[in-house]
T-cell receptor, first 112, second 114 residues
């Protein structure tokens, strides 16, 4: 069964450092997403990406965040200068059209 | 805009007892509805979905949910729970058209006791 793959599973970074979270969506999907879940809290939408551009973003997704699909398979989330409050589980998801979003296993980001 | 309300943050229940996890949504357009499950320290797994057709949908492990348009609800039920069902359950909604963003409820922690 096809799946969304995220790497790394856990990343520890120092405050102020740049971090890139990587995702490989399901190959024939067209819509890509990043979500965030702070420990013990709800899953929050960050950004959606379609046709090589951002289609929607939340207020959380400020200038410190960016997304990119550098080739035909990877989808990345970059945080330019991490803050302590960026510590969370980050989920990548992809979607065909009239179906459910498929989620990766997540990357746990710890900012120290 | 869509929103999802999960009315219970925690639901403790004894093993083999029935359970209902409540979910209400609001939307001005047609939506698709989902339940996702998250086991401790794991990712999100789709439990079941309503896209169209029969309003009663079932999962392979005994859960079911019923889409009720008039009450804007999509409650999750299981007639007899197991210890292994202990997890966080998220109700989610997505527009049928447009950006297809999925919006999650706050989650309900189901805790099954022996």
């Amino acid at each position: 069964e096809p799946e969304v793959t995220q790497t790394p599973s856990h990343q520890v970074t120092q405050m102020g450092q740049e971090v890139i979270l990587r995702c490989v969506p399901i190959s024939n999907h067209l819509y890509f997403y990043w979500y965030r879940q702070i420990l013990g809290q709800k899953v929050e939408f960050l950004v959606s990406f379609y046709n090589n551009e951002i289609s929607e973003k939340s207020e959380i997704f400020d200038d410190q965040f960016s997304v990119e699909r550098p080739d035909g398979s990877n989808f990345t989330l970059k945080i330019r200068s991490t803050k302590l409050e960026d510590s969370a589980m980050y989920f990548c998801a992809s979607l065909a059209t009239a179906s459910e979003a498929f989620f990766g296993q997540g990357t746990r980001l710890t900012v120290v | 805009a869509q929103s999802v309300t999960q009315l219970d943050s925690q639901v403790p229940v004894f093993e083999e007892a029935p359970v209902e996890l409540r979910c209400n949504y609001s939307s001005s357009v047609s939506v698709y509805l989902f339940w996702y499950v998250q086991y401790p320290n794991q990712g999100l797994q789709l439990l079941l979905k309503y896209l169209s057709g029969s309003t009663l949908v079932e999962s392979i492990n005994g859960f079911e949910a019923e889409f009720n348009k008039s009450q804007t609800s999509f409650h999750l039920r299981k007639p007899s729970v197991h210890i292994s069902d202990t997890a966080e359950y998220f109700c989610a909604v997505r527009r049928g058209t447009g950006g297809f963003k999925t919006i999650f409820g706050a989650g309900t922690r189901l805790f099954v006791k022996a």
